[in-house]
């Protein structure tokens, strides 16, 4: 259970590196995010907050079905913001439909929300993404012809530039 915790300034680049792996060509990068969950089985990801982040906010793989009630998701009520990508959607590698439920992503520099390689179809509820430099980007993997599918967006805000981009004043 990750539930209700503040994470700032996570100041490693996803550029470090270890110099010596030039020898073996070893190098690659390495992504770090304020939450990195490498696995599927959690009870609970909630009410977490990240702001200041050199890489991601939240790294995860998607793991609510989209039937799941809002409410009761194992991944909700988190925000992200002063990250680059604010919430990073791991591939699931399996066909389906997965969530993500009540999310707010700000003043991102590169992406509020992004998945790439990804399998599964995606549902995004009740997200608020504003002020980032790309809002939503969803880029998918058709695992097969004929693949049908789907991206909703339901019951979210997403903003563009507002006022909050050019004044700190407002």
Not at 40 to 63: I, M, Q, R
């Amino acid at each position: 259970v990750m539930r209700n915790n503040l994470v700032t300034g996570v100041h490693r680049s996803p550029d470090s590196y270890v110099p010596t792996c030039k020898s073996d060509s070893s190098c690659r990068n390495n992504p770090f995010s304020g939450f990195f969950v490498w696995n599927k089985d959690f009870a609970e990801l909630s009410g977490n907050v990240v702001a200041g982040s050199e890489d991601g906010g939240f790294t995860v793989y998607p793991v609510d079905s989209c039937g799941t009630n809002p409410q009761q998701a194992k991944i909700r009520n988190n925000a992200a913001y002063a990250t680059l990508i604010g919430m990073f959607l791991l591939d699931t590698n399996s066909r389906g439909c997965f969530a993500l439920n009540r999310f707010r992503a700000w003043k991102n520099a590169h992406m509020g929300i992004f998945t790439v390689d990804q399998s599964a179809n995606l549902v995004l509820k009740n997200v608020v993404v504003a002020d980032n430099h790309i809002g939503i980007q969803l880029n998918y993997v058709h695992p097969s012809p004929g693949w049908d599918g789907f991206t909703r967006i339901l019951n979210s805000h997403v903003l563009g530039s507002t006022a909050a981009s050019t004044s700190c004043d407002q």
